[in-house]
């Protein structure tokens, strides 16, 4: 089984799959951003050197690399979580994180969308802030963040109509009663969807 | 003129249906998923069975009958609505009812969406449970059917930027003064469409 | 850079076209509506005599008059807003402004929605009444220009996951402190977009 697994940034998708990992052997877990970074700096080494540097390549050139990287993931066996964004906000707007090539190589049976409570996303945020991470990031207020999980809910769905798979959205909006409530559940929600056979 | 004509399950689209043939006899109805399962049996008479069996096949096998169903929709001449969902809830999410392929070859005019009151989708399917009906299918709270239902107009608008085609929304959310008031007023609303001419 | 500018009709974006050109030299406004038109008249001069009847059309003549202005806008150099419509709203539904095969040869950096608050499209379609303009489109209320701009939300999505552009939501819902600043506002950031290099 693929799934390509999807939430805004600084939410807690990375502490999930750690989660998932702790509980099961059987998984690959793949960062497609980093897999399309390798992937930049081996054809481009002379502009590319920072993940950032990815998206000043020109759109055909980009798009290249995402098929060689979408053409990787599709040869690994077994359970595969695809970790990446149904689109990237910019100050330009919301970029789409997939394209309907990719999606043809990779045949995912499904986009998982984690949609967290904006708070939640914030106070997360900050808290990384404070820690020294996501300090270049710009902060976004509870409305943005509840527009961009909105906007990613549309992207998921036309991919899905175009490319036939399962949108499995997982609901992290409820009060957790104690740390890591949600990562715990979101794991034992995504073991299952590992576990069914389409 | 075709028309796919969509809403969430036991809300009344299959009335809706009955009054439209009641009302014209210049029509034909046709049910997708019947087509699909007829055309399953035939094919693998081994596994299919149950209406629910086609699900069990290979994406590539499903995929393969759609579109066979799809060819012998596009045969029927005069008015044909195409009674089928935009999505199916499923506990592994959201799956497409359609796919461009099929949207291909049938070449709508339009998709209707019928959007409907989630109390009056709760009522209508309590009352056919207490007559023995919908007996297999999961409760679902007023939430979930506003989701799908979101869920389903998100699906529609893809297939309509994928295949041009028009997307009718039907409202039904108001309260009915009397009973079968909605049924009235969709089939209607439906017929004004067949009657246009694009 | 070539952004396809949308909004919902009697809100303003002609009057935003107007600033950008007072604006600054370095841009081509082109309006897709009557490019269809003037490609619809020199094909069928018979049929076609004002803009509206270019819907009359059959749908695969429509569509190729489509693709030729679509050529035509491709070729354009320089800065180009394409001014049009994610979908337009008529009596048998919304119907898309676009095609996948338009979007694939105009190959548009970005798609710009202007979103408007629905008070203050309903007093500017008022305003233009009363001057004699508009007096053949039906009347809106709040709910429906809520639906419409929610619906072109969609498409413009739709569009962005099929061909892979940005998509930039200019929020101007908010009150305006003195005439115009949305329109001010809006060209600014649309001046943002056309200096960035992708």
Not at 115 to 137: M, Q, Y
């Given at each position: ?29 793949v960062n497609y951003g980093d897999m399309i970074f390798e ?15 990815t998206r000043k390549l020109p759109r055909k050139k980009y ?6 990287a979408a053409k990787k993931i599709s040869l690994i066996e ?121």
């Amino acid at each position: 089984m693929k799934f390509i697994l999807t939430g805004v940034p600084g939410a807690g998708k990375s502490t999930i799959c750690s989660k998932l990992v702790e509980k099961t052997s059987d998984i690959h877990i793949v960062n497609y951003g980093d897999m399309i970074f390798e992937e930049a700096k081996k054809l481009y080494s002379n502009i590319i050197q920072a993940r950032e540097d990815t998206r000043k390549l020109p759109r055909k050139k980009y798009k290249d690399i995402q098929i060689e990287a979408a053409k990787k993931i599709s040869l690994i066996e077994g359970n595969v979580i695809i970790d990446t964004h149904m689109s990237l906000k910019t100050p330009y707007g919301f970029y789409p994180g997939l394209i309907p090539e990719t999606l043809h190589i990779i045949q995912p049976d499904g986009i998982i969308i984690l949609e967290f409570n904006p708070k939640d996303v914030i106070t997360r945020r900050e808290r990384d802030r404070a820690t020294g991470k996501r300090l270049t990031r710009d902060r976004e207020s509870e409305d943005e963040i509840v527009l961009h999980q909105q906007v990613n809910r549309m992207y998921a769905i036309s991919y899905s109509a175009i490319n036939q798979c399962y949108i499995k959205i997982i609901d992290l909006t409820w009060p957790q009663e104690y740390e890591f409530q949600h990562t715990e559940f979101a794991a034992e929600k995504i073991l299952q969807l590992l576990n069914f056979r389409i």
